[in-house]
T-cell receptor
Framework: NAGVTQTPKFRVLKTGQSMTLLCAQD?????MYWYRQDPGMGLRLIHY???????AKGEVPDGYNVSRLKKQNFLLGLESAAPSQTSVYFC?????????FGNGTRLTVT | DQQVKQNSPSLSVQEGRISILNCDYT??????FLWYKKYPAEGPTFLIS?????DKNEDGRFTVFLNKSAKHLSLHIVPSQPGDSAVYFC??????????FGSGTKLNVKP
């Protein structure tokens, strides 16, 4: 039982490049979330999904897009990366339980 | 503006003593409150929660207290152990769906 798996674990991008972060969960959870963690800011919600085919904006959605084509996967896209998007990104999922988190993706944008 | 605040970035406690981590919130509509623990290079893991209709919940060495009138939440760890050294995040849920997190408190338990 892998839980929540995030790929890649690390990535370095140049400003303007694009990339997609993948989150996969094997717990049949309906809800999935993307957070970013920055020093002194805690975890801030980027986007979330309440079920397959749905997405919604969180606190800091600008510069990101998401898709939930399959229930088990939640993709976070950066179309044109900026240095302000340097952060650690966490995916999480749940049904009625508290959030289950992946181990994070550390992204650096130079 | 952050709806959940942890004003102490760090806390250092001697092994065997009590650790008290504090959290304040602004939104009176929060339904549930939780504490998460995070080790380096790992994702946060759930520790303990409390419903907005209760004022205390206990699980082993961990107790969470809720003071709704003060909009204040605290986590007590007794006795503290070196393995408790981690970053602790306070979180609150609104509409049973959206989670808001504080900025975290780094706890160091000294042997």
């Amino acid at each position: 039982n892998a839980g929540v798996t995030q790929t890649p674990k690390f990535r370095v991008l140049k400003t303007g490049q694009s990339m997609t972060l993948l989150c996969a969960q094997d717990m049949n959870h309906e809800y999935m979330y993307w957070y970013r963690q920055d020093p002194g800011m805690g975890l801030r919600l980027i986007h979330y999904s309440v079920g397959e085919g749905t997405t919604a904006k969180g606190e800091v959605p600008d510069g990101y897009n998401v898709s939930r084509l399959k229930k088990q996967n939640f993709l976070l896209g950066l179309e044109s990366a900026a240095p302000s998007q340097t952060s650690v990104y966490f995916c999480a999922s749940r049904n009625d339980s508290p959030l289950h988190f992946g181990n994070g993706t550390r992204l650096t944008v130079t | 503006d952050q709806q959940v605040k942890q004003n102490s970035p760090s806390l250092s406690v001697q092994e065997g003593r009590i650790s008290i981590l504090n959290c304040d919130y602004t939104n009176s509509m929060f339904d549930y409150f939780l504490w998460y623990k995070k080790y380096p290079a790992e994702g946060p893991t759930f520790l303990i929660s409390i419903s907005s209709i209760k004022d205390k919940n206990e699980d082993g060495r961990f107790t969470v207290f809720l003071n709704k009138s003060a909009k204040h939440l605290s986590l007590h760890i007794v006795p503290s152990q070196p393995g408790d050294s981690a970053v602790y995040f306070c979180a609150a849920i609104v509409n049973f769906n959206k989670f808001y997190f504080g900025s975290g408190t780094k706890l160091n338990v000294k042997p």
